[in-house]
C-alpha cells in the first residue's frame, strides 16, 4: 500500500506539464513509512483567531495533532486530531468571517477544553506551527501553564527552496508536494503541516529531520538598536524584521553564521558614516525553549 508522501511524489511526476493535486486526508494510526512505532512525539498546532495581536484578540479556533517519529525524522504514526472553537464574546469582523470561513452562529457557547490541549501540549517533545513567531504568543497567553516549551517552525526551519519548493506559504508548499486541502481553517492547516514535514529530499531526508537538526541548536538573537533611519532598506534586506513594540530591527542567526553578521553590521549599520546612535547591536543567546516569543 502506497503512503501519502509516495502519493504525492507520483502526482508530481505524472506529468511534465501538469501537476495531479489530490485531497490531503491524514488518517488516524500507522503511516506506512519507517520501521515499527517511532518512540518520540511531536505535536503540531494551529490557530485562528479574531486579529493579529494577541493582547486585544481572542482564539476562536484551536487544533493539535500528535505524531510519533523515529531516529531518522520519519513519521510513522499519527494520533487523533483535535480541534476546538471559542466564542470570543463579540461579533467577528466582516474580514475574520471571510479568512477563517467561521461565523458567529459557528463559536455560540463554544470553548476550548483547556486541560486536554494542556495535556497534549506537554505529552509531546516539541511543538510546530507553521509559523510559529505568530502561533507561539497566541498560545501561551491563552495557556500560561504550557510556557517554556521547546518551539520549532515549519515555515523558517526547513529550506523548502533547497527542497524545490517556490514561496513558504502553508498552502502552496502543500499544492507542489501534490495534495489540496481546505485552507485557513486550524484542523486543516495542522494536517498540511504534519504532511509536508513527511516531505523527502533526494537524500531521503524528510522535512522533519531537518527540522529538528535546525531547530535543536541554539542561536542568535541580534537587535540592531540605534540604527540610524537612512539604513532601514539595507536591513531588511538582509533579513531583519522591525519590532514596533521594541522600535527596533532585529534578526536571528545561528552560530555559525554570527561573526560574519557582526562584520557585516559593523560595516554597514554602526560604522561612522552610517549615523548609528549606539556602539553596536544587542546580541543573546535563544535556546528552543525561548525562540520565536
Same mark, same amino acid.
Given at each position: 500500500?502506497?503512503?501519502?508522501?509516495?502519493?504525492?511524489?507520483?502526482?508530481?511526476?505524472?506529468?511534465?506539464?501538469?501537476?495531479?493535486?489530490?485531497?490531503?486526508?491524514?488518517?488516524?494510526?500507522?503511516?506506512?513509512?519507517?520501521?515499527?512505532r517511532g518512540k518520540f512525539v511531536g505535536v503540531a498546532v494551529d490557530v485562528e483567531t479574531t486579529s493579529l495581536n494577541s493582547k486585544t484578540g481572542r482564539i476562536i479556533e484551536f487544533a493539535c495533532r500528535r505524531f510519533r517519529y523515529d531516529g531518522a525524522?520519519?513519521?510513522?504514526?499519527?494520533?487523533?486530531?483535535?480541534?476546538?472553537?471559542?466564542?470570543?464574546?463579540?461579533?467577528?469582523?466582516?474580514?475574520?468571517?471571510?479568512?477563517?470561513?467561521?461565523?458567529?452562529?459557528?463559536?455560540?457557547?463554544?470553548?476550548?477544553?483547556?486541560?486536554?490541549?494542556?495535556?497534549?501540549?506537554? %505529552?509531546?517533545?516539541?511543538? +510546530?506551527?507553521?509559523?510559529?513567531?505568530? #502561533?507561539?504568543?497566541? &498560545? @501561551?497567553?491563552? !495557556?500560561?501553564?504550557?510556557?517554556?516549551?521547546?518551539?520549532?517552525?515549519?515555515?523558517?526551519?526547513?529550506?523548502?527552496?533547497?527542497?524545490?519548493?517556490?514561496?513558504?506559504?502553508?498552502?502552496?508548499?502543500?499544492?507542489?508536494?501534490?495534495?489540496?486541502?481546505?485552507?485557513?481553517?486550524?484542523?486543516?492547516?495542522?494536517?498540511?503541516?504534519?504532511?509536508?514535514?513527511?516531505?523527502?529530499?533526494?537524500?531521503?531526508?524528510?522535512?522533519?529531520?531537518?527540522?529538528?537538526?535546525?531547530?535543536?541548536?541554539?542561536?542568535?538573537?541580534?537587535?540592531?538598536?540605534?540604527?540610524?533611519?537612512?539604513?532601514?532598506?539595507?536591513?531588511?534586506?538582509?533579513?531583519?524584521?522591525? %519590532?514596533?513594540?521594541?522600535? +527596533?530591527?532585529?534578526?536571528?542567526?545561528? #552560530?555559525?553564521?554570527? &561573526? @560574519?553578521?557582526? !562584520?557585516?553590521?559593523?560595516?554597514?549599520?554602526?560604522?561612522?558614516?552610517?549615523?548609528?546612535?549606539?556602539?553596536?547591536?544587542?546580541?543573546?543567546?535563544?535556546?528552543?525553549?525561548?525562540?520565536?516569543?
Amino acid at each position: 500500500m502506497k503512503t501519502q508522501s509516495e502519493i504525492g511524489d507520483e502526482a508530481i511526476k505524472d506529468s511534465a506539464s501538469a501537476l495531479v493535486l489530490r485531497p490531503l486526508k491524514l488518517e488516524a494510526g500507522p503511516t506506512g513509512d519507517g520501521v515499527g512505532r517511532g518512540k518520540f512525539v511531536g505535536v503540531a498546532v494551529d490557530v485562528e483567531t479574531t486579529s493579529l495581536n494577541s493582547k486585544t484578540g481572542r482564539i476562536i479556533e484551536f487544533a493539535c495533532r500528535r505524531f510519533r517519529y523515529d531516529g531518522a525524522g520519519v513519521i510513522t504514526d499519527i494520533d487523533e486530531a483535535f480541534e476546538w472553537r471559542e466564542d470570543p464574546g463579540e461579533p467577528l469582523t466582516p474580514e475574520v468571517a471571510m479568512l477563517t470561513g467561521l461565523t458567529d452562529d459557528d463559536l455560540v457557547g463554544c470553548e476550548i477544553d483547556d486541560d486536554t490541549v494542556k495535556r497534549l501540549l506537554c %505529552s509531546a517533545s516539541f511543538v +510546530v506551527a507553521h509559523n510559529s513567531i505568530f #502561533d507561539r504568543t497566541w &498560545v @501561551e497567553d491563552r !495557556f500560561p501553564e504550557v510556557r517554556d516549551l521547546p518551539w520549532t517552525c515549519s515555515m523558517s526551519q526547513i529550506d523548502w527552496k533547497a527542497r524545490g519548493f517556490d514561496g513558504k506559504v502553508l498552502g502552496y508548499l502543500l499544492m507542489q508536494s501534490g495534495f489540496f486541502h481546505s485552507g485557513h481553517r486550524a484542523s486543516a492547516d495542522v494536517d498540511a503541516l504534519i504532511q509536508l514535514l513527511r516531505h523527502r529530499r533526494d537524500d531521503d531526508c524528510t522535512g522533519l529531520a531537518e527540522l529538528i537538526e535546525r531547530g535543536s541548536q541554539t542561536s542568535w538573537l541580534i537587535r540592531a538598536r540605534g540604527a540610524d533611519f537612512g539604513v532601514k532598506h539595507l536591513l531588511k534586506d538582509r533579513g531583519y524584521r522591525w %519590532s514596533g513594540d521594541d522600535k +527596533v530591527w532585529w534578526r536571528e542567526v545561528d #552560530d555559525a553564521r554570527l &561573526v @560574519e553578521e557582526q !562584520f557585516w553590521l559593523a560595516s554597514y549599520v554602526y560604522a561612522v558614516e552610517a549615523n548609528p546612535t549606539a556602539l553596536g547591536p544587542v546580541i543573546k543567546r535563544i535556546t528552543p525553549r525561548e525562540r520565536f516569543r
